[in-house]
């Protein structure tokens, strides 16, 4: 079939929407109407080349829409089921996902990283015949998109498109990294570094969670204002004085600390605001070649705890039912990340203003 997509041909962008062939569904896999994308740091770092992926690329990785086709033996979804797709799609058989860590599932990461379906094929093809990848197995910003059943979850029929995407990515990395990651409990001091859609979803799941103090540190002063009106009880400018603004605000650090920002000298920030017996967790992406340096003796004598975060270390079919749920029950104000909607056509300017900071989660309806 025909369709239109946003494709990546060279680092540094832009973006090029051109009409491209998709293949039917294969084995496993699902023919999805994308309803809407949003656009995140982590398809930024893929356009200017932080995060190395094999180009031509279809972009757009937490999208949301309607399954419209099933592959042959692909039996978990029905044509009509609204589905939002996440960007690690777990087999439920490696050792990972055995564990119940889904987020590291092995097959999906070779996947991801070849950029493929979960099954090794590519369903796109430009006119000249070249075979796009997949990213992160969804590659949203497109029309229609097919993808392993493995990356869908379903939703409820009513949650409109533009927020539902939302949950592929940003709530699932950020109220997934609060929720489970930094187990936020009641009573707990937390601060989040970044207020994109990942650190102000975080900030929603500690309010969510009880959190008696939440420090919002981000440069970007109308972020730290919507993060106020989000209920962050303190916010802070980022920056050299932010560590001792968060520790003088908690009374000597934050029980736990989350880092969204994917900026190494940050994650140090944050984990020096980090209380005693505290943890930090970290979600942002850095550039492969960065390095933190941490004072060593601290992990020890402070029982500090450093911890990764991908996917939230959710279970996407697990964990997306119960925030749609805290969503429905208004403890999770999800749509209140939302900075706009954009044409497909207008994806570049859309990337220019998240790059600038001017917005928080602009979502792309085709």
Do not use: W
Request: hydrophobic share 45%; glycine share 14%; charged share 20%.
């Amino acid at each position: 079939m025909r369709t239109r997509g946003a494709v990546l041909t060279a680092v540094g962008g832009p973006l090029e929407v051109l009409d491209l062939e998709l293949d039917p569904p294969g084995p496993g896999e699902v023919l999805v109407k994308v309803g809407a994308t949003g656009l995140c740091h982590s398809d930024l770092s893929v356009i200017d080349g932080s995060r190395v992926r094999p180009l031509p690329m279809v972009l757009g990785h937490e999208a949301a829409g309607e399954v419209v086709e099933t592959g042959p033996g692909a039996s978990d979804f029905a044509v009509g089921d609204r589905v939002v797709l996440s960007f690690v799609p777990a087999c439920g058989s490696c050792r990972r996902c055995a564990s119940g860590r889904q987020a590291l599932c092995e097959p999906g990461a070779v996947a991801n990283r070849e950029g493929t379906l979960l099954g090794g094929g590519r369903r796109l093809r430009l006119p000249d015949g070249t075979r796009p990848h997949h990213h992160l197995g969804v590659s949203g910003f497109a029309e229609y998109a097919v993808v392993s059943e493995k990356s869908a979850t379903r939703v409820p029929d009513d949650l409109a498109p533009e927020v539902a995407a939302l949950f592929g990515c940003a709530v699932l990395t950020g109220a997934g990294a609060a929720f489970h990651s930094a187990a936020v409990r009641p009573g707990d001091r937390v601060a989040v570094f970044g207020l994109g859609g990942v650190g102000l979803a975080a900030l929603l799941a500690a309010r969510a969670a009880g959190a008696s103090q939440i420090v919002a540190v981000d440069v970007v002063a109308h972020k730290r204002a919507l993060a106020r009106r989000l209920g962050a009880t303190h916010d802070v400018a980022g920056g050299a004085d932010a560590v001792a603004a968060v520790r003088d605000l908690t009374g000597g650090g934050a029980d736990k600390v989350i880092d969204t920002t994917g900026v190494a000298a940050v994650l140090e920030q944050a984990y020096l605001a980090t209380a005693a017996g505290g943890t930090t967790v970290t979600v942002g992406l850095p550039h492969p070649e960065r390095t933190v340096t941490l004072p060593a003796l601290s992990l020890v004598a402070e029982e500090r705890t450093l911890k990764g975060s991908y996917l939230g270390s959710c279970v996407p079919r697990r964990d997306v039912p119960r925030f749609v749920d805290l969503y429905r029950a208004g403890q999770l104000p999800v749509h209140e990340l939302l900075s706009g909607t954009l044409a497909l056509d207008d994806v570049n300017a859309g990337f220019a203003r998240l790059a600038s900071g001017e917005a928080v989660r602009q979502v792309v309806v085709p």
